[in-house]
């Protein structure tokens, strides 16, 4: 396949840097100002060496981009929410085109689903969006395989920066603000970690999976799921909770009666209590019990994998 990819982060690169080991070509990249484009395959180390120590990927535009000659647009630039722009209008112009998308950027499949699955539906192009809900972790092909009405619900731990910040306060007693500035300090931490310590990016996680296996009977977006970070808790919480063989992990649910993210006790030793970055997911299903699955959760390389995953997932145009 031939990728282009907009987005120039750690998602994008990664992308531009494995592509080659699963069998395609990258012939574009954007970032937010400057695009290159060479139909033969572009130079990636050149673009990407270019983009350390200029600030751009190339002598052309991010619209050079969108028009050239893929089969896949990757779309990997920063998630916004509301109208989900520009990254659903970029998806847009691809499915126009009757190209193939395989999304990283959570906005559009979390506010606009409906509107996305309606421009699939009209277009040659088929859209997938694995990494948007657990970076190398198999969470939507792995609804997809079992068939969305085999999974009465799902729940789990989907960000890493959170998951960190609370495992490391229950292992050594220390406050919030102590691990999260331990959290910058290794970049876990983002250094706005709003996203991630609201619980708006798990939110939008599990609002994802919630559109996924409700099949177009209802639309999620934020506004639907009832949301609390983590924020606000004490370290004497987890001390608490360790007494009785419990701890603290941001949970998140998506079930019948919609979506939820809230800081909850766990058993101290149960799946649910994973620690550091990693992540989990639990299924329950109708005739297999329940299924979890773990891994990465996030990392330039590890949703890279999920990205180029559904690449070649996806049939030729």
């Known amino acids: ?66 028009a050239a000659d893929y089969d896949v647009l990757v779309e990997a630039t920063p998630t916004t929410l509301g109208d989900a722009q520009p990254g659903f209008g970029h998806v847009e112009t691809a499915l126009s085109r009757d190209r193939h998308v395989v999304l990283a950027n959570k906005g559009p499949v979390a506010e606009r689903y409906g509107e996305l699955m309606a421009l699939a539906e009209d277009s040659a192009g088929e859209v997938l969006f694995e990494a948007t809900v657990g970076g190398a972790i198999p969470i939507l092909s792995t609804i997809d395989d079992f068939g969305p009405d085999q999974i009465t619900a799902a729940r789990g731990v989907l960000n890493g920066t959170a998951n960190f910040i609370l495992s490391r306060m229950a292992a050594d007693g220390l406050d919030y ?72 992990r941001l949970i998140g649910e998506a079930t019948p009666e919609g979506v939820q993210v809230a800081p909850k006790l766990v058993p101290q030793n149960g799946v649910l209590a994973v620690t550091g970055t990693r992540n989990i997911i639990q299924f329950e299903t109708e005739n297999a019990g329940e299924l979890n699955v773990s891994g990465r959760g996030a990392g330039g390389p590890e949703t890279a994998t999920a990205v180029l995953a559904d690449v070649g997932r996806l049939p030729p145009l």
């Open 1 to 66: 396949m031939k990728l282009a990819v907009l987005g120039a982060g750690a998602v994008g690169r990664s992308v531009v840097e494995l592509a080659g080991q699963y069998g395609h070509d990258v012939i574009a990249l954007a970032d937010s100002s400057s695009g290159a484009v060479d139909e033969d395959g572009i130079d990636t180390e050149s673009v990407l060496e270019r983009k350390d120590q200029e600030g751009t990927v190339g002598d052309g535009t991010p619209e050079d981009v969108l």
């Open 177 to 248: 603000e102590h691990v999260l500035a331990e959290a910058q300090d290794l970049g876990v931490a983002e250094a706005d970690p709003t996203f991630d310590v609201d619980g708006t990016d798990a939110a939008l996680k599990f609002v994802i999976i919630s559109n996924v296996l409700s099949q177009g009977e209802r639309e999620y977006t934020l506004s639907d799921a009832t949301v609390e970070g983590i924020q606000n808790i004490p370290g004497n919480a987890l001390d608490l909770a360790a007494e009785d063989n419990r701890t603290i």
